[in-house]
């Protein structure tokens, strides 16, 4: 009976050889999967998001992706088409994202801590300065970006408003006198104004129309992992110099 019960030394070798097999292609299958790069969709905007990744957000996701062992993958592309690849995608990111019901184009994401805000200010060139409080822009004729939200409380308190497609255009719009105001969101107009060389109207720096609090927005269990990364990262509050490396492509030339 005895004899039943015993195992050969081929099969303890079979057993062994099928377990070995079976824990190197688990940590293969691993390794694969940790490899591939976490998609963030977004804009490039001189400063905050570079092609050459050396924008104040690029290195925040980049130092935070670094110490979690992810890999990040930026795709630059105009702000519409961002926002639609986004929400298209199952397991992604958006950067720059916010949680303002007005304004959010991130719906159904889950948002990092902030690391920023953006304002939205009134330029004007007028020389008798008019006040450009919300309730007083029923009166004056305002321009802003063709596509770009203003924020339901803004909008409702204006007569009517001139869709333009560049701050270029509007600012030639207000030196003409066609419009009194241009509204647009720091710092994203500050930067196509410094980097067109064009004098930056007047507007009050410490009263914006409205402040909205940013950061990274994802979706999906691989992405995720990246805003508990950036997280960790912010709440470390780190001081750093020097940059991090990742990739980015511009699928857009």
Known sequence: MLALFEISPI???????????????SVLVT????????????????GHHQQDLRGRYDQ????????????????????AR??????KCEDCCVSPCNE?????????????????????????????????AIDNLKTLNVGAIQGMPLGSKVETNLTDI???????????????????????????????????????PDYDAKNPMKSVPIGIACKGSQSLRLIDAVNTYLRQAPQTSG???????NPDG
């Open 243 to 249: 940059t991090a490396q990742g990739t980015s492509s």
């Open 11 to 25: 099969s303890i070798l079979k057993a062994a050889f099928l377990v070995l097999s079976v824990l190197i292609t």
């Open 162 to 200: 001139r869709r333009v497609d560049t701050p270029r255009a509007a600012v030639n719009m207000l030196t003409l006198g066609r419009l009194d105001v241009f509204l647009g969101w720091i710092p994203e107009t500050l930067v196509y104004f410094r980097v067109n060389d064009i004098p930056v």
């Open 60 to 79: 925040i996701v980049l130092s935070a992706a670094r110490q979690q062992d992810l890999k990040v993958d930026f795709r630059f592309m105009p702000p």
């Open 100 to 132: 303002d019901p007005e304004i959010s184009h991130c719906p159904g994401a889950t948002l990092s801590d902030v690391w920023d805000k953006v304002e939205l200010h009134a330029f004007s060139l007028r020389p008798d300065a008019p006040d450009l």
């Open 82 to 87: 961002a926002i639609l690849q986004f929400s």
């Open 31 to 46: 390794g694969i999967a940790q490899a591939d790069p976490i998609t963030i969709y977004t804009t490039e905007l001189d």
